[in-house]
Nanobody
Framework: EVQLVESGGGLVQAGGSLRLSCAASGFTFDGAVLGWFRQAPGKERDGVSCINIKDGSTYYADSVQGRFTISSDNAKNTVYLQMNSLKPEDTAVYYC???????????????????WGQGTLVTVSS
């Protein structure tokens, strides 16, 4: 069974930092593309960042480029999202996602994703 379990959300002031973690199981970790989507109140779910576990290539949405960093620890089957210089508009539920094909299409097309975590809430106060 594919499982993605997020942790690390919370409340932080604008300008602060948080690190999200996603522990993955039930599939071949280094054959997948893993990433993060987020959904702000009243808005659609949008892609934030992805990482190809095999080759380490990454993708970032323009809104987080330069502030967020995605990484993986293959020994722990875990993906991280380091979020710095947080803004109130970063407030959202953050979901860990997996594209098990390894194509990366899921970073751009949610219908290509194979699994979602339960989500973790990040709240940035002004």
């Amino acid at each position: 069974e594919v499982q993605l379990v997020e942790s690390g959300g919370g409340l932080v002031q604008a300008g602060g930092s948080l690190r999200l973690s996603c522990a993955a199981s039930g599939f071949t970790f280094d054959g997948a593309v893993l990433g993060w989507f987020r959904q702000a109140p009243g808005k659609e779910r949008d892609g934030v960042s992805c990482i190809n576990i095999k080759d380490g290539s990454t993708y970032y949405a323009d809104s987080v480029q330069g502030r967020f960093t995605i990484s993986s620890d293959n020994a722990k089957n875990t993906v991280y999202l380091q979020m710095n210089s947080l803004k109130p508009e970063d407030t959202a539920v953050y979901y860990c996602v997996a594209d098990l094909s390894g194509s990366g299409y899921g970073c751009y097309d949610q219908s290509a994703l194979d699994a979602w975590g339960q989500g973790t809430l990040v709240t940035v106060s002004s």
